[in-house]
Structures are given as C-alpha cells and as structure tokens.
C-alpha cells in the first residue's frame, strides 16, 4: 500500500540519519517500553527486502519504522544494508498495532512506503516481512502568462495530463500560474491549455502541444514553461521497468505501415505496447499491445492519414505491469 503521509524537515530526518548511525542496536533488540510482566508484552521482527530497488535509488537512503497503538508511538530509522533493512523491538505491550514503513532518500524525501497492522502476543516474537510501494509523484508546472502578449487574456489555464486527467492552474503571490497533479511513477504526455473567463471551448486562447515528463517514486518534477521557448524539465529519472526497447523501425507497405523493433532482452518482459500519433498536437494514443513472442505490429492503411507524419514510440511491459520508458521516435512521412 503506498502512503502519502508528511515529510518532516530536512534537518529533523538528518538527525535520525545520525542517530542510527550510534545505535548499533538502532535496528536490532531494543527495549521499546519500561519493562512490564512478561504475560502483558511480546516482541516484534520486522524486515522489507528492497533489493528490487535500484542501487541509485538507495544510494544515502534510510528506512524509518513506526508502530502505534492508541497514544504509544515508537520510531526507529535503521541505514539500508545490502537491499534490506530489519528491526527487532522487544517487550511491546500485547494487542494490535499499526505499522509504517518508509525509505527516505538522502533529500529526506519518501520513496517508497508500506502500511499494516500486526498482533503483539504474550511471550512470543511476531515476525513481519514487508513489501514496500513506490510512492506517487508530483509533476508540477509553472508559467508565467504576462510574457507573451497572446496570452494576457489569459484567465484560467489547465495542465492536461495523459494519462491522468487534468488540473487546474492557479496564480501565486507573485502571480505566476502554478498547478501540480499527482502521479504514479512513470512516463507521461502533459499539455498546457489557456482559456479566457471559463473553461468553455469558445473561450479557448491556444493549447501547447504535447510533451513527454518521467515522474519518479516520491519525487516533484517542476517544469518552466516559457511560450515559444519550449519547457525545462528539473528532475532526472530511475525506474525498475524494463528498458526501453530499440530498433524501431518504420516501413510503409500496401497492407499497412509495418512497425518493428529489437526484442528486450529481460526474461519477465510479458507484452509491448505500440503508441501513434500522426500530428504534433495529438498525444501518443495506444494502438495495439503485442505479447513478448512478437516484435512487430501492422497498423492499417484505412487508419493513416495522407500527407501526414506518422511518429511512433514503443515500451516493454513486465509480468507486474511495470511499463518501460518510451523508445526513440521515429518518423514515417506518409
């Protein structure tokens, strides 16, 4: 289950870092409360195997634990080590508590996160293995309108998210437009659209043409955007899918445009995804998912447009669903 609980501070997250760093049993035995008579508290161990992670990823990471029951609220951080990260607290008060695991990057921001509930019983020892989720993103787009006269009729703006839906821009204290969408991690298609006093299509000033962002575990992507100037993506990007595959190739017959690509050489990979588009104010629409046997895809001749420049991106997706970045776009003039 991925969280979206508050991230503390910077420093406050620092600090736990070095806490852990002197507890040599920060992630082993520790007398979690004062001591009570044995028939009134258990122990718990509970690990996460995280070496699904990428290396980078964990690169100055941290894993904080948090159990509750009613007002009783215990945290300890413990260094990730080899992929993985275990606590063991001891003479736990016996009943149902709530459990929170989250990995924190060396940002202090959550990555990756689990939540549950386990049972403390008399004199034994519960043990826990976790899974942890990636947490959701954030794109977040800003812009001023003033910096192009065509837009300072501007009233109202939306970021177009695809897939993912819309949101809606609103002016800060320095009046620049702002809006953000949260998003699972992943590769997207965002456009900016401006409209006049409503969202009416008659009041439609113009729409940005489609762009492409990666959004990573629990972190905020910002785009700059500038009219004519293009965007500034400010954030870079790691995923655990499948790399992107490559050899794409076009090649237009009578039955078709035929589209091939080199196999992905990863041994979960379960279907590839073909994406089309045949203008540059279109986003990329699926157009077929190919099983792993297959490296080709015919899109019919009734389905192109004359005259058009047909651009082509294909993805790998593995047994989870994890979806590959993009390959490189290429272009068939029909």
């Known amino acids: 289950m991925i969280l979206s609980g508050v991230i503390p501070a910077k420093a406050r997250w620092a600090l736990l870092v070095i806490l852990a760093a002197f507890l040599a049993a920060g992630c082993g035995a520790v007398n979690s409360l004062p001591q009570a008579g044995q028939e009134h508290s258990g122990s718990l161990h509970i690990s996460a195997d995280m070496s699904a992670i990428s290396a980078m990823e964990l690169s100055e990471a941290a894993v904080e634990l948090t159990i509750r029951k009613n007002k009783s609220v215990i945290t300890r951080v413990c260094p990730v080590v080899g992929g993985s990260a275990s606590f063991h607290l001891e003479n736990l008060l016996i009943g149902t508590w709530s459990i929170t695991m989250e990995l924190r990057d060396g940002d202090g921001d959550v990555t990756y996160a689990a939540s549950g509930a386990i049972d403390i019983l008399p004199n034994e020892t519960t043990s826990v293995s976790v899974t942890l ?124 445009l035929l589209i091939s690509w080199d196999p992905v050489a990863e041994p979960d990979v379960s279907l590839y995804r073909v994406y089309l588009r045949q203008s540059i104010f279109d986003k990329f629409a699926e157009v077929a998912e190919i099983e792993a046997q297959e490296t080709s895809y015919l899109y019919p001749a009734n389905k192109l447009e004359s005259g058009s420049s047909v651009e082509v991106v294909v993805t790998a997706v593995d047994a989870a669903g994890q979806e590959s970045k993009r390959s490189a776009v290429v272009t068939e003039q029909i």
Do not use: C
């Open 133 to 256: 989720q990636p947490k959701k993103g954030v794109l977040e787009v800003r812009l001023d309108p003033t910096q192009h006269g065509q837009l300072t009729a501007t009233g109202k703006a939306r970021l177009n998210v695809n897939p993912g839906g819309y949101a809606t821009l609103a002016p800060d204290e320095d009046g620049m437009l702002v809006g953000e969408k949260e998003l699972a991690p992943g590769d997207y298609d965002y456009s900016l659209s401006f409209y006049g006093e409503s969202f009416l299509v008659g009041e439609l000033i113009y729409e940005t043409p489609w762009q492409t962002v990666a959004i990573r575990p629990g972190k905020r992507v910002v785009v700059f955007w500038e009219p004519g100037a293009g965007t500034a993506l400010i954030e870079g990007s790691v995923d655990n899918p499948p790399p992107a595959p490559e050899g794409v190739v076009l090649q237009l017959t009578a039955e078709g």
